[in-house]
Nanobody, 124 residues
Framework: QVQLVESGGGLVQPGGSLRLSCAVS????????IGWFRQAPGKERERVSC????????YYADSVKGRFTISRDYAKNTLYLQMNSLKPEDTAVYYC?????????????????WGQGTQVTVSS
């Protein structure tokens, strides 16, 4: 059974940093495409960053390039999102999601499995 559990959200001042974690179970990290998404109030869910399955590429939204870094720890079965130089417009609920049959992780936002989300608020 695939499960995803996010943690690490919180309140941070502009310019600050946070690291989100997504503990996964029920699958092997390399075998599934996996990524981070976010949804702000009144807005559609958007892709933030993802890693395609089986040695595929890593992708970032233009709005986070150079500030966010996605990574995996295979020993801990955990996906991370290091977020630096945070801006108020990064405020959103952040979700981890995965899909077994998606070869290119950037192709869609319609992933099969989702975590419950973690709130990130950037404000002074």
């Amino acid at each position: 059974q695939v499960q995803l559990v996010e943690s690490g959200g919180g309140l941070v001042q502009p310019g600050g940093s946070l690291r989100l974690s997504c503990a996964v179970s029920g699958f092997t990290l390399d075998d599934y495409s996996i990524g981070w998404f976010r949804q702000a109030p009144g807005k559609e869910r958007e892709r933030v960053s993802c890693i395609s399955s089986r040695g595929g590429g890593t992708y970032y939204a233009d709005s986070v390039k150079g500030r966010f870094t996605i990574s995996r720890d295979y020993a801990k079965n955990t996906l991370y999102l290091q977020m630096n130089s945070l801006k108020p417009e990064d405020t959103a609920v952040y979700y981890c999601a995965t899909d077994e049959y998606l070869a290119s992780c950037w192709a869609t936002v319609d992933y099969d499995f989702w975590g419950q989300g973690t709130q990130v608020t950037v404000s002074s």
